[in-house]
């Protein structure tokens, strides 16, 4: 896989990385998981508790949402950069609610924050590749001169 090419893409495959690093962990190794978020992780669970099946799902979806990112990295598709910044302003602000009125423990605001932070970062780093002049990308067909490039992110 290629390094990112962009600053953009540096905070995506940070997040892609660690998303599904974090998923596989919740896969692997469920209670690390349940712990670092501050949800008590009881010896024995109660019949109708479906905390394991709701961990499954939701690491499962931390997984596929990390080589979602690392897709984009791999291809260098601004657009979901773009569209990655608003969602992550929402999932902010839906995750913070929750720890505001005690549905989730204080340490679940940490992922709130992660959001946030991540999406403010994109944005930051959007911002700043639509700034600075284009880098020509080398070829794989030495045939091919190096010709215009277009700037990173000139179509909004």
């Known amino acids: 896989m290629r390094l990112p090419r962009s600053s953009a893409g540096w905070t ?11 998923g596989a962990l919740g896969l692997i190794w469920p209670e690390a998981q349940l712990r670092m978020l501050g949800f008590e992780v009881p010896a024995v669970r109660a019949p109708g508790d479906y905390t394991g099946t709701f961990l499954t799902a939701s690491s499962m979806a931390s997984f596929n949402m990390g080589v979602y990112y690392l897709l984009a990295v791999a291809t260098e598709w601004r657009p979901f950069y773009r569209f990655t910044v608003w969602f992550r302003l929402v999932t902010f602000i839906v995750f913070s609610i929750a720890v505001l009125s ?55």
């Open 102 to 156: 005690e549905v989730a423990p204080g340490r679940f605001f940490s992922v709130a924050a992660w959001e946030g932070l991540g999406a403010a970062a994109t944005a930051v780093a959007l911002w700043w590749d639509a700034r600075r002049p284009a880098v020509a990308e080398p070829s794989d067909d030495p045939s091919a001169g190096p010709g215009p490039v277009p700037a990173a992110d000139a179509v909004h």
């Open 12 to 22: 995506m495959a940070v997040f892609g990385v660690l998303a599904l690093l974090l």
